[in-house]
């Protein structure tokens, strides 16, 4: 089945800076892409998303980019905020309307004000 | 985007007793829904898909008799935990498949369980 890393486990950063995540995922079959931030006590929300017939997205602070050759997407924050402290998690899942995500196993990130 | 409605948010009970959780889908079908299990600063767990109109499909490992799923309308999946222990208390998360090509994701806000 589907393997996905996540690096690092915890990050932190000055406001104003970049933070990024990295995943690897071990199913070349897999085809779209997630990343989740999730508040403390609160479920796991959608942030972004990447299908694997594109290299790269972006919604304004928020971009993720993929590369099928080395089988990983990374997630890019920048100029964080406080408020982009949580937990992320990345996923991978093969097809649509079907299938089950595997997901990472998560990053905490700590933007310091 | 999808709206996944979850609740209650937090339950307290005590051990024997069973405990039903609710997950919605407040603007759009979902014929399968998602039950995970969270423990604190880990990722998580998948126990079971929610197949509208169908039996569940468990994980390896997940007691079917412990929890019972029930997925009787398109917008609606319950989870029971029954005859729940301090070992089952958890933070259990629901989600469903959405978007214009039902590839998405969108999760509850969870369910904090607590048995005593």
């Known amino acids: 089945g589907e393997n996905v890393e996540q690096h690092p486990s915890t990050l932190s950063v000055q406001e104003g800076d970049s933070a990024v995540i990295k995943c690897t995922y071990s199913d070349s079959a897999s085809n779209y892409f997630p990343w989740y931030k999730q508040e403390l006590g609160k479920g796991p929300q959608l942030i972004i998303d990447?299908?694997?017939?594109?290299g790269e997205k972006k919604d304004q602070r928020i971009a993720v980019t993929l590369n099928k050759t080395a089988k990983h997407f990374s997630l890019h924050i920048t100029e964080t905020q406080p408020e982009d402290s949580a937990v992320y998690f990345c996923?991978?899942?093969?097809?649509?309307?079907?299938?089950?995500?595997?997901f990472g196993d998560g990053t905490t990130l700590t933007v310091k004000p | 985007g999808a709206v996944v409605s979850q609740h209650p948010s937090r339950v307290i009970c005590k051990s024997g007793t069973s405990v039903k959780i609710e997950c919605r889908s407040l603007d759009f079908q979902a014929t399968t829904m998602f039950w995970y299990r969270q423990f604190p600063k880990q990722s998580l767990m998948l126990m079971a898909t929610s197949n509208e109109g169908s039996k569940a499909t468990y994980e390896q490992g997940v007691e079917k008799d412990k929890f019972l799923i029930n997925h009787a309308s398109l917008t609606l999946s319950t989870l029971t935990v029954t005859s729940a222990h301090p070992e089952d208390s958890s933070f259990y998360i629901c989600s469903a498949r959405g978007g214009r090509t039902n590839e998405k994701l969108f999760f509850g806000s969870g369910t904090q369980l607590s048995v005593l």
């Open positions: 990447i299908r694997s017939n594109v």
């Open positions: 996923a991978a899942s093969i097809g649509t309307n079907a299938g089950k995500s595997t």
